[in-house]
């Protein structure tokens, strides 16, 4: 397990750099992040930041045995799970990405799950679903549309400014998920 943490200097080096997906064909479920974080630019891996509670909620909902370190992200292929994001462009907060960015990144992303072709695709924000997939209206959880066979499911954001879920209520969205669609 890596504990780097990167320091001022490399945090601002990591503005515009992108990370590699965790991604293989046909898994169960594809996370989608919004884009990543400075943080996680700077460490090369996704959902990196102290305080993101990606990893604990993907744990206490039942998608991993234990709770995994973002520098053993490759060990969710094992799972059977991938991280994707909308946009690839590392920025230090999502607000910073214009509705173009996230219209051209949900472009990428259907793409990206035609050719892999997921049980599901869970992209963590609502906001920013709705601006890439040109959906307003849409609300947590499963949605009307599909991307071929792919299922569609929204989430909420896991960052720890996002103070309106609780690791708890989170664990228990991301639960509702795994039971759809990550069970054999």
């Given at each position: 397990?890596?504990?780097?943490?990167?320091?001022?200097?490399?945090?601002?080096?990591?503005?515009?750099?992108?990370?590699?997906?965790?991604?293989?064909?046909?898994?169960?479920?594809?996370?989608?992040?919004?884009?990543?974080?400075?943080?996680?630019?700077?460490?090369?891996?996704?959902?990196?930041?102290?305080?993101?509670?990606?990893?604990?909620?993907?744990?206490?909902?039942?998608?991993?045995?234990?709770?995994?370190?973002?520098?053993?992200?490759?060990a969710l292929?094992?799972?059977?799970?991938?991280?994707?994001?909308?946009?690839?462009?590392?920025?230090?907060?999502?607000?910073?990405?214009?509705?173009?960015?996230?219209?051209?990144?949900?472009?990428?992303?259907?793409?990206?799950v035609r050719?892999?072709?997921?049980?599901?695709?869970?992209?963590?924000?609502?906001?920013?679903?709705?601006?890439?997939?040109?959906?307003?209206?849409?609300?947590?959880?499963?949605?009307?549309?599909?991307?071929?066979?792919?299922?569609?499911?929204?989430?909420?954001?896991?960052?720890?400014?996002?103070?309106?879920w609780t690791?708890?209520?989170?664990?228990?969205?991301?639960?509702?998920?795994?039971?759809?669609?990550?069970?054999?």
């Amino acid at each position: 397990m890596t504990t780097f943490r990167p320091t001022k200097a490399q945090l601002a080096a990591a503005q515009g750099a992108r990370i590699p997906d965790v991604l293989a064909p046909g898994l169960r479920v594809l996370f989608c992040g919004i884009n990543p974080g400075l943080y996680s630019a700077a460490t090369g891996h996704h959902f990196a930041r102290p305080g993101n509670r990606f990893w604990p909620a993907l744990h206490n909902s039942g998608f991993t045995p234990r709770q995994l370190h973002p520098s053993e992200q490759a060990a969710l292929l094992d799972y059977g799970v991938g991280i994707t994001n909308i946009a690839a462009r590392a920025t230090a907060r999502a607000d910073e990405l214009t509705a173009e960015e996230l219209r051209a990144g949900g472009e990428e992303l259907v793409a990206k799950v035609r050719e892999f072709r997921p049980r599901c695709l869970a992209i963590v924000g609502i906001t920013a679903y709705r601006i890439a997939f040109r959906s307003p209206k849409a609300t947590i959880g499963r949605q009307p549309v599909s991307i071929g066979e792919t299922a569609v499911w929204v989430l909420p954001n896991p960052s720890g400014l996002n103070a309106h879920w609780t690791p708890t209520t989170l664990a228990a969205e991301f639960a509702k998920l795994r039971q759809n669609f990550y069970s054999e």
